[in-house]
């Protein structure tokens, strides 16, 4: 903790003479396995500040906070901060339109067109129902504004309702006007009224901007918002956000948290009825996105933890990180968010801590810690070994030295970090721009890697070394900035003759300027060029969000 000099200042256990007298391993700030991997990982993560919620069914819950609001000033986070919990919102949304479902105000098999006939978007692959809304099913683009700077623009399905899951910030956004409509008031006013009141969450709020901002914990992103950032890279305090977006706009805090944690730990009592929980919690379809063994209910994620039905979710927005795990058959859950965003979720903590909670209640022992990774010791380091070189003939090397791994080009030599599988990031300012992605031949051994618009290959590569161009892709390379708070920069490269944005995402052509964005097939997200001049497009619509050229590499 020294390194950041993280310091716990706020600690506030309701009900702590009951923990105490079970010798809970909670009970000691700054002592227990909890507290203890907290610390580490803070560190480890490069996290300001942490609030954390933990909960049983039916005891008082722990609330503590670690770290600062504000580096500078060195202002510890209290429980009194609001903190955004980014996607969580969904849950609350679910839960808003199943209660509106329960009075008989809501069908959710009835076509979204016919409650928002308004709605800019083109369903010719199949109805569109609030089911399919609320399980990422709808077959719309992940788009997070509804309406575009293109009036007559309209978002068009990839696939036919129900048969995939593909995370669709848009449908929930249709949701909460969908919510305002039947309702008769703002998203934000009817979950105050239906949710917030009933528990008893009496400084949550579904609006950020005005008082909230006033009564939030300060929050970070890397210094450099256009290229990767190491995991202790510099970090930059953010400027004032307004959302009111049902996708993602709630704030709380702690202690509102566990009361929401213990509302769901009950089946929704105080707020839906059971039939209606039953629908929240059925597992709808597989969601690889959020896990191998995860499934999508309706706003949160149905998934299994040491042989226990638990529901979980992450939220991640401009500048926090959240994550919940609820494990409804032992009753404890836990609730943690990080006023950084850093790329990663504080799930590690929530699960650590739903575990110790569990094993506590059984009087056994607890799991050990998760293991922090540090990103720089990578355990088959020497797969990556070797010569590697472009078919221009330009050259560099990779090397290992206790098993960190080091690239040398052009006299210079940096450091690599691990970003998972065989991914890595070059840290030297102008190679950050883009992910380091190596490829494996079919005896499993690294035969090449790239590196934005560049390629090399070692003596293990056996594939084809030149491929045909298309000349008009030649147009469509560029950068690319936008003044949303989520996705500031994109780098187009052309690549083997193929497009790619940020050098990993590929780009298959669905027209002259219109392309699908990834791998799967399925995929409704899609990057368009536009305004053609002089040989390069200036404005790229990626789900109908602006971005414009910028004449910097």
């Known amino acids: 903790m020294t390194d950041l000099k993280l310091r716990r200042r706020a600690f506030l256990a309701l009900g702590a003479s009951t923990f105490l007298a079970r010798q809970s391993l909670f009970a000691a700030p700054d002592a227990s396995p909890l507290d203890t991997f907290i610390a580490r990982y803070m560190k480890a993560m490069n996290a300001p500040g942490m609030t954390l919620a933990l909960a049983r069914r039916d005891t008082a819950p722990r609330i503590a906070t670690f770290g600062f609001s504000d580096l500078e000033s060195r202002q510890a986070v209290t429980p009194d901060h609001l903190f955004q919990v980014g996607s969580i919102t969904k849950s609350f949304v679910a839960l808003t339109c199943l209660q509106l479902h329960d009075e008989g105000k809501l069908d959710l098999n009835r076509p979204i067109l016919e409650y928002l006939p308004w709605l800019p978007i083109v369903a010719k692959q199949g109805t569109i129902t609030p089911h399919h809304l609320l399980t990422h099913t709808s077959g719309l683009p992940n788009a997070l504004g509804l309406l575009m700077s293109d009036p007559s623009a309209r978002y068009v399905q990839g696939y036919r309702p129900g048969e995939h899951f593909h995370y669709c910030n848009l449908g929930y956004c249709i949701l909460g006007h969908l919510i305002a409509s039947i309702d008769r008031r703002p998203w934000s006013e009817s979950v105050r009224r239906r949710i917030f009141e009933p528990l008893g969450m009496k400084v949550s709020s579904a609006v950020i901007g005005d008082q909230t901002q006033l009564r939030m914990a300060r929050s970070y992103l890397p210094k450099f918002d256009d290229r990767l950032n190491p995991r202790l890279g510099e970090i930059a305090p953010t400027g004032y956000l307004v959302f009111d977006n049902a996708a993602g706009s709630v704030t709380s805090t702690p202690g509102d948290m566990a009361l929401y944690m213990q509302m769901l730990m009950k089946g929704g009592a105080a707020v839906v009825s059971k039939e209606s929980f039953s629908r929240f919690t059925k597992p709808y379809i597989d969601a690889p996105e959020l896990g191998p063994t995860a499934k999508y209910g309706y706003g949160i994620g149905v998934d299994t933890l040491d042989g226990h039905a638990i529901l ?15 494990d409804l058959d032992s009753g404890v859950a836990a609730f943690a968010s990080i006023n950084a965003m850093l790329g990663y979720r504080p799930v590690p903590v929530t699960q650590f801590a739903v575990q110790l909670m569990n094993a506590e209640k059984q009087s056994k022992p607890g799991p050990a810690p998760p293991d922090l990774i540090d990103p720089r010791e990578v355990k088959n380091a020497s797969d990556f070994v070797g010569v590697f070189t472009t078919p221009s003939g330009r050259k560099l090397q990779v090397s290992v030295e206790r098993q960190a791994l080091h690239i040398s080009a052009e006299d210079k030599k940096f450091p690599l970090e691990s970003l998972g599988g065989d991914n890595f990031l070059a840290d030297e300012y102008s190679w950050r721009r883009f992910p380091l992605v190596f490829s494996r031949n079919d005896k499993k051994e690294v035969a090449e890697f790239s590196h934005g618009p560049d390629w090399y290959v070692n003596e293990k590569y056996t594939g084809p070394k030149s491929f045909p161009a298309v000349p008009q892709y030649e ?21 083997n003759g193929k497009l790619l944005a940020d050098g990993t995402t590929p780009l298959e052509p669905l027209g002259q300027a219109l392309f699908r964005l990834g791998g799967e097939a399925f995929s409704p997200d899609v990057a368009e060029f536009l ?23």
Do not use: C, Q
Request: proline residues 3%; positive net charge.
């Open 312 to 326: 979980r979710h992450t939220g991640g927005m401009a500048s926090f990180m959240s994550s919940i795990t609820v």
């Open 475 to 495: 147009a469509f390379v560029g950068h690319y900035r936008s003044d949303s708070p989520w996705s500031h920069s994109t780098r187009i490269v052309l690549r």
């Open 531 to 553: 305004e053609i001049a002089d040989g390069k497009a200036l404005l790229l619509k990626i789900n109908g969000s602006d971005l414009w050229r910028v004449d910097i590499p």
